[in-house]
């Protein structure tokens, strides 16, 4: 049975007729064509889906619809404004951060959630916060470098 | 550049099977250069090194390049992009075409402007003389590049390059930074329907039986495909073919298999086929010299490609014409094995690339590319994306090999090794596409009629495959190096980066570390007293130096260890020294690799891959190893194939030793072996014990402990 949904995804109201079990993630890259978010293993395993809902990151591929209705959902698409790339974003570009880039839209979610909570982390504060996510070509030291130098950048 | 490496470049292939100019580059008028690579772009960043070399040699701005994504119907055929060989393949026919258009570019100038092509000003395409100006993009036409490549056109020299040799940010990644679509997994045609396959649990096994009833009553759902035990679904919705797909995965039966072997390492030893002696050297005087025999045996297990993003495809039939994108390594073989698998004309089919996740070998790809073509053909037209599940990938695609290692060396007095044993013990490394009678595509092995599953070959030395690097890069007088190559498969294997260079660097290295310990050695002073090979010894040295190697301060439960490598004893040179400590889990701190391509055309993507290998080997090396049950592969979630997380990643630091003079060999598959071998022997100093096993997790370590007590 479907049902109809409203959504705030970056900051917009949007409103969706689906299957309440219908997993955000495909909500999101099929019915609202925000491709940035993306289907890594389909259980949480893995962040390649995170999203903030409410500002904690969380994967979209393992929340249903219904458990994001009226919350406040934020994809890889809404971190900048007005079409200027977030810090982090420029940051991850000044370090070359990544190499097949699969991961990242994930881990720039996971990156802000932090920055968001604690503007100044060190450099094992960033390992942990990623943790949850996964990378698979290696990219790692790169993305942690380009998460302190943004937070550098933000919070001089 | 010499006429050695010429005749070389001829060898390898690319412009020998395509040597029409205008195959290579278009150049247009809005001052824009369209270049045609047959290589793909897999997260290495091929593409941005291929355009700086371009840019290089018709000096013009890197920004006027475009590179066109491979297509079967418009690309030059190169091939596989794999082997680290894109920069010496596509890279070196780039070059030679692209100074060749810029020879004929600048002789047509000189024609328009009335001039001798000595007096022509050339910057970034405008070409100037006598007062008067014409650009590239005016003297162009598409008649002017009808012509084959003659390789006479002077190349620039390395002294003068200003855009090859120097950083050039990665092409791709403004897109993947910011979220936009860009992979094949983003792709979206109108009208498409998405799809699902349901696969048996192992690759043998059949389908019995499927009790669909329910399934077909799926609200969304459009229809369930069979042919034979090929099953497939397809919906409106993404979320409903995953419904589908898992719900027919309950409703069918699957013939049972016979068991999989519990000790594969034993098993591939009672299976071998072939057994190829692939490197002799006697020295009988020098062999009786030999007063301290040691032997010992490895194992590398079975490893996933374990991709974040699975394999994914898209394919749609119009009009008897198949068209298909698809992240493939190999388009022009994929097309050959789609019209093999569907009984099509190759005509019939285009292969377009489009990026996908990460690829590090013969993945999912092109078994996706299949399986979207097989459902296509019941949408009356309307195209069909697929993409696999995670459970899919790591159970259906194809796994680096599992392989035994056995080693044996002897001493002189002096600790000089005068006798030198490797036999290797592995089912083949490459059953890609393209290379076999009948299709390599997953899929085609179950249709009404199937087709025959081939076996995994190896590719011959001097590339090699189960034996790549297993000959030793060191001066021994006497060796004896044995390949066993096992056709029989338990699983489906095929190519992971580095191939075999992986396990037979770790057991070369490992065992130099046991003999040198044993002959009361520095490990790298041993090395370096049976290595001649100046670029071999340079990085060991610059590796050795980085780390401190000499200023090492023993601590409780830490050591350092040594890995060195020439990549298929024919490409880049890596040395890699390891900093460990070992508690309950085996911690890498610190890497520090010292690598040589020769030249680097991009350095910051040279150690971008450096420092990928390294870390994905030390992945690999710590936790990997797929999981065999009764059924097949157990591993099927990150939970029970856990690879490395960003808290447990360590420190990497890469040095690279510019050689501009020297011809560029590939970076990505240099320092897999090396940083394995560091490793382990970083543990082993840190234990005093061995471990031989990989992966080196707390049981195998314990094992090992129990072992020796």
């Known amino acids: 049975m479907t049902e109809r949904f409203r959504l705030i995804i970056n900051g917009a109201e949007t409103a969706l007729e689906a299957d309440p079990d219908t997993p955000l993630l495909y909500a999101l890259r099929n019915d609202l064509e925000l491709k940035g978010t993306r289907f890594g293993c389909g259980s949480g395993q893995c962040g390649a889906c995170f999203v903030l809902i409410d500002s904690h990151p969380a994967p979209a591929c393992d929340t249903p619809l219904w458990s994001a209705a009226g919350k406040s959902i934020t994809t890889v698409e809404g971190l900048g404004t007005g079409g200027v790339l977030h810090p982090l974003q420029n940051a991850f570009l000044a370090e070359q951060a990544a190499q097949c880039g699969y991961c990242t839209s994930g881990i720039l979610i996971s990156a802000a959630a932090l920055l968001a909570k604690n503007p100044r982390p060190t450099e094992s504060e960033v390992r942990a916060a990623l943790d949850r996510n996964l990378c698979r070509c290696g990219s790692h030291n790169r993305m942690v470098r380009a998460v302190l130098r943004a937070a550098s950048e933000i919070a001089p | ?709």
């Open chain 2, 1 to 709: 550049m010499s006429t050695v490496a010429e005749s070389r470049l001829k060898r390898q292939g690319s412009l020998e099977k395509n040597p029409g100019l205008s195959r290579w580059l278009r150049v247009h008028r809005d001052g824009t250069i369209s270049i045609y690579s047959g290589k793909v772009e897999i997260g290495q960043g091929v593409l941005t090194a291929l355009a700086q070399i371009a840019a290089e040699e018709l000096e013009v701005a890197l920004e006027r390049i475009r590179m066109v994504p491979a297509d079967t119907s418009v690309s030059p055929d190169e091939g596989v992009t794999s082997g680290s060989l894109s920069i010496q393949d596509s890279g070196a026919a780039l070059r030679r075409a692209c100074a060749q258009a810029r020879a004929l570019l600048l002789e047509r100038a000189a024609t328009r402007l009335n001039v001798p092509a000595g007096d022509l000003r050339v910057e970034d395409g405008a070409v100037r003389a006598a007062g008067r100006s014409t650009s590239f993009w005016e003297c162009a036409d598409d008649a002017l590049f009808d012509c084959e490549i003659d390789e006479t056109a002077t190349l620039r020299s390395p002294r003068d390059y200003r855009v090859v040799g120097k950083p050039a940010p990665r092409r791709d990644l403004p897109d993947k930074i910011a979220g936009r679509p860009r992979f094949i997994q983003d792709m979206t045609l109108p009208g498409m329907l998405y799809g699902r396959v349901v696969r048996p649990p192992h690759n043998f096994a059949g389908l019995i039986s499927l009790d669909d009833i329910k399934v077909k009553s799926m609200p969304g759902l459009a229809t369930i495909v069979r042919e034979g035990g090929f099953v497939g679904v397809l919906a409106e919705r993404e979320d409903v073919a995953i419904s589908a797909q898992r719900a027919l995965r309950i409703a069918a039966s699957w013939k049972e298999i016979d068991p999989l072997p519990r000790d594969v390492y034993a098993w591939l030893k009672e299976h071998a086929a072939e057994h190829r002696v692939i490197s002799e050297k006697e020295n009988a005087d020098v062999k009786s010299r030999g007063v301290t025999m040691l032997e010992a045996s490895y194992t590398k297990p079975y490893i996933s490609h374990a991709s974040i993003g699975p394999s994914c495809a898209i394919a749609q039939i119009d009009d008897g014409k198949l068209m298909v994108w698809s992240h493939s390594q190999g388009i022009f073989n994929l097309r050959r094995d789609l019209a093999l698998a569907l009984a099509m004309r190759e005509d019939a089919i285009v292969v377009r690339h489009v990026e996908g996740a990460g690829c590090y070998g013969h993945n999912g790809a092109d078994d996706a590319a299949l399986d979207a073509a097989l459902l296509a053909r019941a949408t009356g037209g309307r195209p069909v994306q697929v993409q696999w599940m995670r459970d899919d990938e790591f159970a259906w695609a194809p796994c680096g090999p599992a392989m035994a290692l056995s080693l044996r060396a002897a001493l002189d007095p002096q600790g000089n090794i005068v006798d030198w044993q490797h036999e290797l013990w592995s089912n083949g490394h490459s059953s890609r596409p393209g290379r076999s009678q009948g299709p390599a595509l997953a899929a085609a092995w179950h249709l009404s009629t199937p087709h025959e599953r081939p076996s995994a070959i190896n590719i011959p030395l001097p590339s090699g495959a189960a034996d790549r690097n297993a000959i030793p890069i060191y001066d021994f007088p006497n060796q004896r190096v044995v390949n066993h190559y096992v056709r029989e498969m338990p699983v489906r294997t095929s190519a992971l980066r580095s191939l075999g260079a992986y396990a037979n660097v770790f057991a070369i290295e490992s065992f130099m570390d046991e003999l040198a310990q044993a002959a009361e050695i520095d490990a790298i002073a041993f090395r370096l007293r049976h290595l001649e090979d100046p670029r071999g010894r340079a990085v060991i040295d610059a590796a050795a130096r980085r780390a401190g190697w000499s200023n090492w301060k023993p601590v409780e439960a830490r050591g350092h260890g040594v890995g060195f490598a020439k990549y298929k004893n024919l490409g880049a040179y890596c040395a890699a020294i390891a900093e460990v400590e070992v508690g309950r889990e085996v911690r890498v701190n610190r890497l520090v690799l010292a690598v040589d391509v020769g030249l680097a055309i991009n350095p910051d993507g040279v150690i971008n891959q450096i420092e990928g290998g390294a870390i994905q080997s030390t992945s690999w090396t710590l936790k990997e190893e797929v999981k065999l049950d009764a059924r097949g592969i157990a591993s099927l979630d990150w939970e029970h194939y856990p690879i490395l997380k960003f808290s447990e990643v360590p420190a990497v630091e890469v040095e690279l030793i510019d050689r501009p003079e020297l011809p560029a060999a590939g970076a990505g598959e240099a320092a897999q072996g090396p940083t394995a071998a560091a490793i382990a022997n970083a543990v082993a100093h840190a234990l005093g014990l061995r471990v031989r096993e990989l992966p080196l997790t707390h049981e195998k370590i314990a094992a090992a402990i129990s072992q020796s007590t």
